[in-house]
């Protein structure tokens, strides 16, 4: 595929202006490409996304069915999204709400009914004719709202407002996509599913993520923001006590996928925000899920940021805000045979947040974190994350993750990184 795209490129020089160029004043940013050495996305033959496009092959979209044309064209393609893409939109631009894709008598409220722990106990998941009916509807929903993402893509926004409402877009099994400057927002499922099996005490489910990447290699996310928009998780109900979880990951890379930086996004008012590995399971994931994650402000966001199986992630420069130990779970969460090289993050916290709640231990063995600051009260001060977690909790964490990170474009001090990420990161803030 990617000699095809090099190929292609090649022959559309000859007629089209000049080649795809590195991030830099004068390219525009829809043929930008991955900067050499930043993050794993930039291994081997790094990351250009559509950026080869020829003319024919660039399309502005304001549309769900513009976007889903655009994602079906032939690459390399270049998609710039104009306005507000809302997936739930049918033919012709009708507004679609959830009640559109119930089937087979899927309600709520009957389906409160059926699998009330009173009723149904808590031993088993949900079965019989009204999870059926429950799963007949999400794979409606599914068919409208998750939109496959090819190889050889770059999607843009264009301006500062540029969004993908509702939308899942899958990266699934592709090599070399870009993703930036947009807007996700509110990729919530009407459906979510009950598991009493799930926790303690159960948990509701749902399917969407605003990006899921799986099985993909050389995925470049930068300068996106995520926020569940009117729509948060604090304004859902509990129903059989536990909250009614509308919402999946903002950004989660898994099954097998490789090669993936996630740059100068804003993820905001979330619970599940980015989950690295979604299976202890080592079949598809052993020696992947390696994903550079760089200056990111995590703004008031529950866990997961991110939470980590077998990968080597690098997590450097970010700007964690955590104003409220009510909206906090943990940061980095240690998972099996997890790799976390984390260094020159700015924590900030709330005064009634735990710093030892700061790294969670998901069955993960060791992590190396050095040269992060932590900023409680308006003073800042340097801050070992595994020695506060070790100081609290057992059984320790070891302080080496085994690995030195070597794609990267320099990592700054961390006292910088609140005032730089503040002023940078997220959509809107490119050309
Ligand atoms: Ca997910
Ligand atoms: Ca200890």
């Given at each position: 595929?990617?000699?095809?795209?090099?190929?292609?490129?090649?022959?559309?020089?000859?007629?089209?202006a000049?080649?795809?160029?590195?991030?830099?004043?004068?390219t525009?940013?829809?043929?930008?490409?991955?900067p050499?050495?930043?993050g794993?996305a930039?291994?081997?033959?790094?990351?250009?996304?559509?950026?080869?496009?020829p003319p024919a092959?660039?399309h502005?979209?304001?549309?769900?069915?513009g976007?889903?044309?655009?994602?079906?064209?032939p690459?390399?393609r270049?998609?710039?999204?104009?306005?507000?893409v809302d997936?739930?939109?049918?033919?012709?631009?009708t507004?679609?709400?959830?009640?559109d894709?119930?089937q087979?008598?899927?309600?709520?409220a009957?389906?409160?009914?059926?699998?009330?722990?009173a009723?149904?106990g808590?031993?088993?998941?949900?079965?019989?004719?009204?999870?059926?009916?429950?799963a007949?509807?999400?794979?409606?929903?599914?068919?409208?709202?998750?939109?496959?993402?090819p190889?050889?893509?770059?999607?843009?926004g264009?301006?500062?407002?540029a969004?993908?409402?509702?939308?899942?877009l899958?990266?699934d099994?592709?090599?070399n996509?870009?993703?930036?400057?947009?807007?996700?927002?509110?990729?919530?499922?009407?459906?979510?599913?009950?598991?009493p099996?799930?926790?303690?005490?159960?948990n509701?489910n749902?399917?969407?993520?605003?990006?899921?990447?799986?099985?993909?290699t050389?995925?470049w996310?930068?300068?996106?923001?995520?926020?569940?928009?009117?729509?948060?998780?604090?304004?859902?109900?509990?129903?059989?006590?536990?909250?009614?979880?509308?919402?999946?990951?903002?950004?989660?890379?898994?099954?097998?996928?490789?090669?993936?930086?996630?740059?100068?996004?804003?993820?905001s008012?979330?619970?599940k925000?980015?989950?690295?590995?979604?299976?202890?399971?080592?079949?598809?994931d052993?020696?992947?899920?390696?994903v550079?994650?760089?200056?990111?402000?995590?703004?008031?966001?529950?866990?997961?940021?991110?939470?980590?199986r077998?990968?080597?992630?690098?997590?450097?420069?970010?700007?964690y805000?955590?104003p409220?130990?009510?909206?906090?779970v943990?940061?980095?969460?240690?998972?099996?045979?997890?790799k976390?090289?984390?260094?020159?993050?700015?924590?900030?916290?709330g005064?009634?947040v735990?710093?030892?709640?700061?790294l969670?231990?998901?069955?993960?063995?060791?992590?190396?974190?050095?040269?992060?600051?932590?900023r409680?009260?308006?003073?800042?001060?340097?801050?070992?994350a595994?020695?506060?977690?070790?100081a609290?909790?057992d059984?320790?964490?070891?302080?080496?993750?085994?690995?030195?990170?070597?794609?990267?474009?320099?990592v700054?001090?961390?006292?910088?990184?609140?005032l730089?990420?503040?002023?940078r990161a997220?959509?809107?803030?490119?050309?």
């Amino acid at each position: 595929m990617r000699r095809l795209a090099v190929l292609t490129a090649v022959l559309s020089l000859a007629v089209v202006a000049g080649p795809p160029a590195p991030a830099a004043a004068g390219t525009p940013l829809a043929r930008q490409t991955l900067p050499a050495g930043d993050g794993w996305a930039a291994e081997g033959p790094g990351t250009t996304g559509g950026s080869a496009a020829p003319p024919a092959n660039v399309h502005t979209v304001s549309t769900r069915a513009g976007l889903v044309a655009a994602l079906a064209a032939p690459g390399p393609r270049i998609i710039q999204v104009r306005g507000t893409v809302d997936a739930h939109t049918g033919p012709g631009g009708t507004p679609l709400s959830c009640a559109d894709y119930a089937q087979d008598g899927y309600t709520l409220a009957g389906y409160l009914t059926a699998y009330d722990p009173a009723v149904w106990g808590r031993d088993r998941e949900p079965a019989g004719p009204l999870e059926d009916a429950r799963a007949a509807s999400a794979a409606r929903q599914t068919a409208q709202i998750k939109l496959k993402v090819p190889g050889d893509t770059t999607i843009v926004g264009l301006g500062g407002s540029a969004t993908l409402r509702g939308v899942n877009l899958h990266v699934d099994r592709a090599d070399n996509v870009i993703i930036r400057n947009l807007v996700f927002e509110d990729a919530a499922d009407c459906f979510p599913q009950w598991d009493p099996t799930d926790g303690e005490e159960g948990n509701w489910n749902s399917l969407y993520d605003n990006i899921s990447v799986t099985g993909s290699t050389h995925v470049w996310v930068d300068h996106n923001t995520f926020t569940d928009g009117d729509n948060p998780d604090s304004a859902q109900p509990r129903h059989f006590g536990r909250p009614y979880q509308v919402h999946d990951g903002q950004l989660d890379v898994t099954n097998g996928a490789d090669f993936v930086t996630a740059s100068w996004n804003v993820f905001s008012g979330h619970d599940k925000t980015m989950l690295i590995g979604s299976t202890n399971n080592p079949a598809a994931d052993a020696g992947r899920l390696n994903v550079t994650v760089h200056h990111n402000h995590f703004d008031d966001v529950l866990q997961r940021l991110p939470r980590v199986r077998f990968g080597k992630v690098h997590v450097y420069n970010n700007y964690y805000e955590i104003p409220d130990a009510s909206t906090f779970v943990y940061a980095l969460g240690v998972g099996v045979e997890s790799k976390i090289f984390s260094e020159a993050n700015f924590y900030r916290l709330g005064r009634a947040v735990d710093p030892a709640a700061l790294l969670h231990d998901w069955g993960g063995t060791a992590l190396t974190s050095r040269d992060d600051v932590l900023r409680v009260g308006g003073k800042v001060r340097p801050f070992d994350a595994v020695a506060a977690y070790n100081a609290a909790h057992d059984p320790d964490l070891g302080s080496d993750a085994g690995w030195t990170p070597v794609l990267h474009t320099g990592v700054d001090p961390a006292e910088s990184v609140r005032l730089s990420v503040s002023q940078r990161a997220g959509a809107g803030r490119l050309g």
